[in-house]
T-cell receptor, first 113, second 113 residues
Framework: DQQVKQNSPSLSVQEGRISILNCDYTNSMFDYFLWYKKYPAEGPTFLISISSIKDKNEDGRFTVFLNKSAKHLSLHIVPSQPGDSAVYFCGSGTGGGADGLTFGKGTHLIIQP | DAGVIQSPRHEVTEMGQEVTLRCKPISGHNSLFWYRQTMMRGLELLIYFNNNVPIDDSGMPEDRFSAKMPNASFSTLKIQPSEPRDSAVYFC???????????FGNGTRLTVT
């Protein structure tokens, strides 16, 4: 019973184009959503977050969109760069994330030169 | 800032042996989380502590798993006895709580033969 789903195990995008990573959740109590990026042999690192009172948050090349009615969020990376190649985890939580985050299985993003 | 420090980085042990994983959270962070990453289940929350007190251990898979946080700067995750299906990467993370993002260590790769 996965509460957070990332249905694309991998995604290949050409350098310079837009990368769109998707995430769906089932728990309507989730009020905080984050994206993490993970390189091999390292721990996940925080990328960007959004609370349930917003529908968009932007930080440089990264934008997260939240559609609460659809229980869906997405991460847009524009333009995609080779260093963006990594596994991206979507995480969701209650209490602002203080109770721990529930993560999806991750999407492996590959940026093609 | 040293970040979250985990030891050892790699652990190879035989089935039936006791395994102890260690974590030093970021100074000033009052929440600590233990996660396990596998291909099948992605990142799973095992247990988390607030102010050194275990809050939710519902993610701990079996009684063979136990975690302690004797003080604000140290936590252990113990598996006794270990089994091959425990093979995974175990991550420790800490945060200031609330809407603060989790900061992950680089993980311990456990292999049980």
């Amino acid at each position: 019973d996965q509460q957070v789903k990332q249905n694309s195990p991998s995604l290949s995008v050409q350098e310079g184009r837009i990368s769109i990573l998707n995430c769906d959740y089932t728990n309507s109590m989730f009020d905080y959503f984050l994206w993490y990026k993970k390189y091999p042999a390292e721990g996940p690192t925080f990328l960007i977050s959004i609370s349930s009172i917003k529908d968009k948050n932007e930080d440089g090349r990264f934008t997260v969109f939240l559609n609460k009615s659809a229980k869906h969020l997405s991460l847009h990376i524009v333009p995609s760069q080779p260093g963006d190649s990594a596994v991206y985890f979507c995480g969701s939580g209650t209490g602002g994330g203080a109770d721990g985050l529930t993560f999806g299985k991750g999407t492996h993003l590959i940026i093609q030169p | 800032d040293a970040g979250v420090i985990q030891s050892p980085r790699h652990e190879v042990t035989e089935m039936g042996q006791e395994v102890t994983l260690r974590c030093k959270p970021i100074s000033g962070h009052n929440s600590l989380f233990w996660y396990r990453q596998t291909m099948m289940r992605g990142l799973e929350l095992l247990i988390y502590f607030n102010n050194n007190v275990p809050i939710d251990d519902s993610g701990m898979p079996e009684d063979r798993f136990s975690a302690k946080m004797p003080n604000a700067s140290f936590s252990t995750l113990k598996i006794q006895p270990s089994e091959p299906r425990d093979s995974a990467v175990y991550f420790c993370a800490s945060s200031r709580g609330g809407h603060s993002p989790l900061h992950f260590g680089n993980g311990t790769r456990l292999t049980v033969t």
